[in-house]
């Protein structure tokens, strides 16, 4: 193909070369479909399908929204109320293997085992039933056809905002895992519009939070700990379309784009199916569990229990107490103690790492989690630490994720900057106004 | 599935008073769900969580919605009726496994669930789903009878 001559044909040969060719593949298709459509077909009565039926008012102008967030709220109460027995089962099954494990002459050993690999390991494989029941919440509602229609939904509210619709895609794929979801962002048309898909992205609540707000929605707000864990993960959309709006208003400037999605059909979903994208998700969780939760809680345990002193020093001299201490001054105005940052600078590593590690620092030091977190945090406290861990760098494999997706350090290092200092200023301001309204 | 195939009734008219009434049942414990967690008015038991009374206006606020195509004879209202059934039974669904699944612990007698009260638990998302399902099926046999004796009576003039 020659170039053109002309160069305002030139800009536009420039703009086509950025678009992705499988776009204007598929463009190019509905055009064609929707020439033989409109040659071949009469829209009747007849043709109004369940289906139709359902969308109509699913996809309502103002009860699309209002249904969407039942059925997250549905989710996640799902996701709490229904596996809180089963966590309690393998809490016994480990305090039982716990009660032989201390046995252990070798006192090394014994606090090794108990305190470091069950402590930490074994606490968050107490988790594993909350995360199976979110996937396979998830996976329904995949299945059923409903969260194609939730990005159409929120569709509308994004162009207002001047964002792109597909955007929204990624970011419910950011309830199960914010690495999926920044890799997702390959769908999103237009290069400002995909990098500020990518920066925000993070901002949802991925399933690695969640033992984080079970646990302290659990201990904080046991009444109402459903509602709780579903407003944190409110709050993450609302914190990403807040950002997104930021960064297109200022840094990352483009005109948004239609979104053109082919909707299937409601479909009844299949046990099988909905089980088995349950299990091969969930058993990630369990391998990550196996491998580098492992390995973290043995580094853990040895900072906890070692300090300059040598070994079994008071948990307040050891090398973990040294780190947190190191960074509490900056915490100090959002209430954290030490062992709360030491928990945060691991979760950088991955978010159940945080809770892994209070565990572990805590059973060290010979104070049960429940009410040592109970007597340093008060329920202000709480909700500005589940805020700060919602909104603050998932994992160092979303780091890379967003690394290899921006091509990009400079993006990169703003994307994990810009997530502490907006944890640190939205905890600081639940801090300060709950403060004025609650105390 | 078609629209032929779903069998809609021809006539709207009680279905549309039918939706209406169980649409403001819906949005008045739904508001008193509100008012109770919120401690406005005196706490009622099973009525504490204030995201459940919101989610049943929601709920009350989709019935709503369908009454007006209903009671000018757009079938289209019954779709809102259907999405307004789906919701109604998703909550009902969940609140039966929390009830099953802290029963099981009750069962287990593990420390969390000695004090459990199965009352606390029979929520208004729970028997508002009953009443709707004795109403629809009450409308439905009362439907049937009616179209048999209307038969049998225009059998009986034709004769």
């Known amino acids: 193909m020659t170039p053109p001559e002309d160069p305002s044909l030139e800009m536009e040969f420039d703009i086509e070369d950025e678009i992705d060719p499988q776009i204007i593949l598929a463009n190019e298709r509905y055009e064609v479909i929707g020439r033989i459509l409109c040659e071949v077909y009469e829209p009747g009565e007849e043709k109004w399908t369940l289906s139709d039926m359902l969308d109509r008012v699913l996809l309502h102008r103002y009860l699309g929204l209002p249904i969407f967030i039942v ?251 040294i780190l947190g201490r190191l960074f509490e001054p900056i915490f100090m105005p959002l209430g954290f103690n030490w062992q709360i940052v030491t928990g945060l600078i691991f979760g950088f590593l991955a978010k159940e790492a945080v809770i892994q590690s209070l565990a572990i620092v805590y059973a060290v030091g010979g104070v049960a989690l429940e009410s040592a977190l109970l007597s340093t945090m008060t329920p202000l406290t709480a909700i500005a630490f589940m805020v700060f861990v919602l909104l603050y760098m998932p994992c160092l494999a979303t780091v890379g994720a967003i690394r290899k997706e921006t091509g990009s350090w400079r993006w990169t290092w703003f994307s994990m900057a810009y997530q502490l200092v907006l944890a640190y200023i939205v905890s600081l301001l639940v801090v300060i106004i709950g403060g004025v309204f609650f105390v | 599935m078609y629209r032929e195939e779903l069998h809609l009734p021809e006539d709207s008219k009680w279905p549309s008073i039918f939706t209406l009434l169980i649409g403001n049942a819906y949005l008045i414990v739904g508001v008193v769900q509100v008012l109770s967690s919120l401690q406005w008015i005196t706490p009622i038991i099973g009525f504490s969580d204030l995201i459940g009374g919101f989610l049943l206006i929601i709920i009350a606020s989709v019935f709503l919605t369908g009454v007006k195509p209903l009671l000018e ?87």
């Open chain 1, 71 to 321: 059925t997250m709220w549905a989710m996640f109460h799902f996701t709490f109320e229904i596996s809180r027995v089963f966590m309690e089962m393998i809490i016994q099954f480990f305090s039982w293997i716990g009660a032989y494990t201390s046995q252990i002459p070798n006192p090394i050993l014994a606090s090794l085992l108990t305190d470091g690999i069950l402590g930490g390991v074994g606490f968050i494989l107490t988790f594993i039933p909350p995360i199976f029941f979110l996937y396979l919440a998830i996976s329904i509602l995949e299945d059923t056809g409903y969260l194609s229609r939730a990005a159409f939904v929120m569709d509308r509210f994004m162009m207002k905002m001047g964002l792109h619709g597909r955007s929204f895609i990624p970011l419910l794929l950011g309830f199960g895992c914010s690495v999926a979801a920044v890799m997702a962002t390959r769908t999103v048309d237009g290069k400002s519009n995909r990098l500020t898909t990518v920066l925000v992205s993070p901002l949802m609540s991925c399933a690695g939070r969640l033992p984080i707000y079970i646990l302290i929605a659990g201990i904080f707000f046991p009444t109402n700990a459903g509602s709780v864990i579903f407003l944190m993960y409110m709050l993450g959309i609302v914190m990403a379309i807040i950002v997104a709006i930021i960064f297109k208003k200022t840094i990352l400037r483009e005109e948004s784009s239609s979104m053109l999605m082919e909707l299937s059909q409601y479909q009844i979903p299949t046990a099988h199916g909905s089980f088995r994208h349950m299990w091969d998700r969930g058993l990630l969780f369990v391998r990550t569990a196996g491998t580098y939760l492992l390995a973290g809680s043995i580094i853990m345990w040895v900072l906890s229990a070692f300090g300059p002193a040598g070994l079994g020093v008071p948990i307040d001299e050891s090398f973990a107490a």
């Open chain 2, 73 to 159: 004879n757009n079938k289209e209202g019954y779709a809102f009726v259907a999405v307004g059934y789906i919701l109604a039974a998703l909550l009902f669904a969940l609140q039966i496994l929390v009830i099953l699944t802290n029963g099981l612990g009750w069962f287990l007698r593990f420390e969390d669930w000695i004090a459990w009260n199965i009352g606390n638990d029979i929520t208004p998302s729970l028997w508002m789903f009953v009443i709707l399902m004795t109403g629809t099926g009450s409308l439905w046999v009362i439907g049937n009878m009616r179209d048999r004796i209307m038969g049998v009576t225009e059998e009986g003039s034709q004769e």
